[in-house]
Nanobody, 123 residues
Framework: QVPLVESGGGLVQAGGSLRLSCAAS????????LGWFRQAPGKEREFVAA????????YYADSVKGRFTISRDNAMSTVYLQMNSLKPEDTAVYYC????????????????WGQGTQVTVSS
């Protein structure tokens, strides 16, 4: 069973918006940091954003600061990524993941992963 299930990806024009969701499946991930990563073809998986269990601490990659917002609803065991002002270079498969690390900005810090959702931004 996949522990995290992403949804909300799709095709959007540059300048548009998308909201990704990631729901826990089979467990709540209580106490975990939840994060978003992305991977474009031929490139390494890169950090996008992360949020602490309380929601009081957030982390963002410089490339998305001011455009993307991460949030979570622990009652729904769901994390969201609101993506605004999308650019063609944001095109990638987006993955959510769960971590207990206090440095949650690298893939190695994460223990559980979803299967990903494709985001394509056309110019």
């Amino acid at each position: 069973q996949v522990p995290l299930v992403e949804s909300g990806g799709g095709l959007v024009q540059a300048g548009g918006s998308l909201r990704l969701s990631c729901a826990a499946s089979g467990r709540t991930f209580k106490g975990y940091v939840l994060g978003w990563f992305r991977q474009a073809p031929g490139k390494e998986r890169e950090f996008v954003a992360a949020i602490s269990w309380s929601g009081g601490v957030t982390y963002y990659a410089d490339s998305v600061k001011g455009r993307f917002t991460i949030s979570r609803d622990n009652a729904m065991s769901t994390v969201y990524l609101q993506m605004n002002s999308l650019k063609p270079e944001d095109t990638a498969v987006y993955y959510c993941a769960a971590s207990l690390s206090d440095k949650p900005t690298t893939p190695q810090a994460y223990d559980y992963w979803g299967q990903g959702t494709q985001v394509t931004v056309s110019s």
